[in-house]
Each structure stands twice: as structure tokens, then as C-alpha cells.
């Protein structure tokens, strides 16, 4: 109810639900959404540019009456990337405004690296949230109106809570904040409150449902049966159809990647009642580039784009990006031509420097996510181990399966190693087994850190920050 102590925020509220309403209903045709995307563009330019010391910096080449007649064909000709690095070194001079002026301070884990503020005022969170909470209404009211919603968050200075949990009380619905890796709640403190207030949806990583799933059948309970969940809303990690089939599965429950984000680029991707991933034109522009080379990738004859992410926000908030290279690989769809609204369909495939050499071969971890679950029914989690005999790359992959039928392991076995060979040319070897909780840390590092590792190459910093983290959940 904040707004309403502030006139000009309850304006933008209300013109935000209006907005993305009208977008979901189909009504933003013809040239509405360019028309929003330049203004926007133009305006978001000047304001970084005059609040924020980095940009004013960035910028500074581009005169007030060449914004004024930017066009979006010139765009990326006219304006520089941000980088990641760039958000590391400059921190606070990439802020468009002071700390004093937003309503909460976030900021990236660091666990590799240096973090970087995230500070979010209250234009950020309507505006985001607002985009959210339409999406939702419609995945909600497919599995009754009764919900109490768990957010399962990785820390206090992460947005998930705050997030998640506003966006519920928009729909009206009961929301319990826990998180789990902490010392005062605990996994068997969580799972006691499932079961107590008869949760009906959580909003969590896939590690993390994973790692409750565990710690519910060592606490002799069925995930399946023993609890009340209808949605698993998954955030934080790359994602792929099987894998939420699997974990649909386990937990008797619809699983949805419900959001594609970063802590510092905020929400780039919202899912439908559909189940699909799709771009947010009204907060965001979206550009894809060969992450090579930096030219912007145009269109193929399906106009699909694949590429790196460069997005740049339509909002004037605390921190807002221009250019910003995500590192992210993603395949942008158009939708079908039945459906209302042109909103793309975004496909994460996993960071730029998570890409994988497989005997001469580039390989996502979109790609090799699907690849290994495509073909094993019922698994729980994997772990590949990349090595190189002979001149030749070779796999090892672990999986942690719901029974010990040798027959199926069997099978499965056979069928990766025949795929991988025709795939690429990597022999394989596969074992079933009990996995750490290595695989537990990819929102926390990366999914390349807790996937996979490669003997290949030097013992790298992730690698290093994903065992550390590892090591301190195993001792639990």
C-alpha cells in the first residue's frame, strides 16, 4: 500500500497493471510497442546519462540532439556495451541514483568475484513486479485459489523474497519465507513447515528442490504423497523441459521455469500458463549478438535469433543498464500466429562461457542438460566428468536414480552411450550413484560448477567456489 502515500507511484502502478494487462489482452498491435520502445530508449539515454557517473562517462560522445532523433535501427551503432566487468570495477557509479533514494539494497553472491550493488527503487519493483504478478494470475488460478506459496531463497541480500513474495500478496496469496541453507531453519524445519501449513507451491532453484526431495526420503517420506505442493516455480539455474518433467514427477506437482533474471538485470523473461518463457517488450529491449564478434545477429528465415543476450531497460530506476551483455546464450522465437500479444518466446541455453569442446564441437549446457535427461526416465541429478584419452574427449556421467533396477540402469546406459558417440564422437561411461552437494550450488556459482567438471582444464575459480560451498552443505 505504499503507493498510495505517493501520488506519482500510484500513477505508475496503476499505469503498469493497465499496460501489461492491455499487452497480455492483445491489444498493443501494429506499431504501439516501437513506438514505446524508442521513447523509452530515448528517455532512458538522457537519464542515465545525467544521474549516473558511469554512463555520463560511457556517453559522453553522444550529443542530446543525436537521442533525440535515434532511431532503433541505429541503436547498437550509436551505443556501447556495458559488460560484467564494467558492473565490477565502476559498482556504484553505474547507480542513476544514491542508495538513500531506493526502498532496498540487494547485491550479487561473490562468490567468484567482487559483488556488485543491486539496489532497487520503488519504480524497479512495480514495474517488474506488475509484469510478474499478470503473468502469474493465470498460472495460479489453473491449480485453485487456496495457495500458500514457500520462497525458498538463497540469502537475505538476494531479491527472491521480497520479490516473490510481493508478487503473491498481488494475487492473494499466503506466502511463508524460509531459507533452507540457514543454520536457524534447516531443512528438516522446512520440510515440517510444508508439511504443517500444507504448502501448495514453492518458489525455488531446481538444486534446491532436488536437495528437499533427498532430505525428505532420508526423513522416510514420499515426496509424491507425504506433501500438499501443486506448482514448483523454478528460478536461479538453467532449466530444460526434462529436467522439470523429472522434478515434476517427483514432487506429483506442475513444474514451471518461472522466471528468467539476473540479480543485476532484474526480470528479462516471464513464464505463461503455457509453460513457455516469454520476453518482457514493455520493460525491456532485447538485441542478440554473436558473442564472438559483437555484431548484432539478424533474424533467420523462421525469425529466430540465437545468441548472446544484450538487453537494455525501458524503466528510469535505480540502475538501470544500457547494452548490457547478460553472457547469457538465448533463442528468441516468435510466437505463434494465433496468439495475441508480440511477446517473444526466450529460451535461456546457458552463459556464453559455460560452452562446452566436445571433440571439435561447441556444446551448450542447454544442449547437454537435454542430451544426458532426454534419455534417462526418473533421473533425480547428474554429474558429468569431462576428460581427454588418446587424443579423444571421453565422458563420465553419474546419475542418481529412484531405484536400483539393473535392467533399466542398463538400458539407459546403453542408449548415452550410443547417442554420445553418434553425437560427439565421446566415448562414455555412466554409473549410477549418490551424488554430494556439489550439484546443489548453480545458483550460488554457476551451472558449469555444479554440473560439470572438466579434467581437461586448470582447476578455475568457480570450480574452486562451488567446492567450498559443497563441502560446507555435506557437513551439515
Avoid at 514427477?249 to 503455457?274: F, K
Avoid at 548472446?308 to 530506476?317: A, C, D, K, M, S
Wanted: glycine fraction near 6%.
Amino acid at each position: 500500500m505504499f503507493t498510495i502515500f505517493d501520488d506519482e507511484l500510484d500513477a505508475l502502478a496503476r499505469r503498469s497493471v493497465t499496460q501489461q494487462r492491455e499487452f497480455h489482452g492483445g491489444q498493443w498491435s501494429g506499431e504501439r510497442l516501437p513506438a514505446h520502445q524508442l521513447q523509452n530508449l530515448r528517455e532512458g539515454l538522457r537519464y542515465v546519462r545525467s544521474r549516473s557517473p558511469f554512463y555520463a562517462e560511457r556517453l559522453a560522445g553522444l550529443a542530446e540532439s543525436r537521442i533525440d532523433r535515434l532511431e532503433a535501427a541505429d541503436f547498437a551503432r550509436a551505443v556501447p556495451f556495458t559488460t560484467k566487468q564494467d558492473l565490477r570495477d565502476r559498482r556504484h557509479d553505474l547507480l542513476s541514483k544514491p542508495v538513500s533514494e531506493s526502498w532496498v539494497f540487494y547485491e550479487t553472491t561473490g562468490t567468484t568475484g567482487p559483488t556488485t550493488p543491486c539496489p532497487r527503487d520503488n519504480t524497479d519493483s512495480i514495474v517488474n513486479n506488475a509484469a510478474l504478478t499478470v503473468a502469474y494470475q493465470e498460472i495460479f488460478d489453473k491449480h485453485g485459489d487456496d495457495h500458500v506459496v514457500a520462497v525458498l531463497g538463497p540469502t537475505e541480500l538476494h531479491s527472491t523474497g521480497d520479490t516473490f513474495g510481493d508478487v503473491c500478496r498481488n494475487l492473494g496469496h499466503a506466502v511463508v519465507k524460509m531459507w533452507p541453507h540457514s543454520p536457524v531453519v534447516g531443512f528438516d524445519r522446512a520440510l515440517q513447515m510444508l508439511r504443517e501449513l500444507h504448502v501448495t507451491a514453492i518458489f525455488c532453484t531446481p538444486g534446491m528442490a532436488m536437495t528437499l526431495a533427498k532430505e525428505a526420503r532420508k526423513a522416510g517420506l514420499d515426496p509424491a504423497t507425504d506433501f500438499d505442493l501443486r506448482l514448483l516455480m523454478f528460478v536461479g539455474e538453467l532449466v530444460t523441459p526434462k529436467l522439470l518433467d523429472n522434478l515434476g514427477a517427483v514432487w506429483n506437482a506442475e513444474a514451471y521455469s518461472c522466471m528468467y533474471a539476473s540479480q543485476e538485470a532484474s526480470i528479462l523473461g516471464v513464464a505463461h500458463a503455457d509453460g513457455r518463457l516469454r520476453t518482457v517488450p514493455l520493460n525491456v529491449y532485447y538485441e542478440v549478438i554473436d558473442p564472438d564478434t559483437g555484431a548484432v545477429v539478424d533474424p533467420d528465415a523462421q525469425q529466430v535469433r540465437e545468441g548472446e543476450l544484450v538487453i537494455t531497460h525501458l524503466y528510469q530506476g535505480a540502475k538501470p543498464l544500457v547494452r548490457y551483455r547478460t553472457g547469457d546464450l538465448v533463442r528468441l522465437e516468435p510466437t505463434g500466429p494465433a496468439e495475441s500479444y508480440p511477446s517473444e518466446i526466450l529460451t535461456p541455453l546457458g552463459r556464453v562461457r559455460d560452452r562446452i569442446d566436445l571433440n571439435g564441437r561447441a556444446v551448450t549446457a542447454y544442449e547437454l542438460e537435454d542430451f544426458v535427461l532426454s534419455r534417462v526416465q526418473g533421473c533425480r541429478d547428474y554429474h558429468i566428468t569431462i576428460d581427454r584419452v588418446s587424443g579423444v574427449d571421453v565422458l563420465a556421467v553419474d546419475l542418481e536414480m529412484p531405484a536400483p533396477d539393473e535392467e533399466i540402469h542398463k538400458e539407459i546406459h546403453e542408449a548415452l552411450i550410443a547417442a554420445t558417440a553418434d553425437n560427439w564422437g565421446c566415448p562414455v561411461s555412466v554409473r549410477t550413484t549418490q551424488l554430494g552437494a556439489i550439484t546443489t550450488t548453480g545458483a550460488m556459482v554457476s551451472w558449469k560448477a555444479a554440473r560439470v567438471r572438466d579434467l581437461r582444464t586448470a582447476v578455475d575459480a568457480e570450480h574452486e567456489a562451488a567446492m567450498a560451498i559443497a563441502r560446507k552443505r555435506d557437513a551439515r
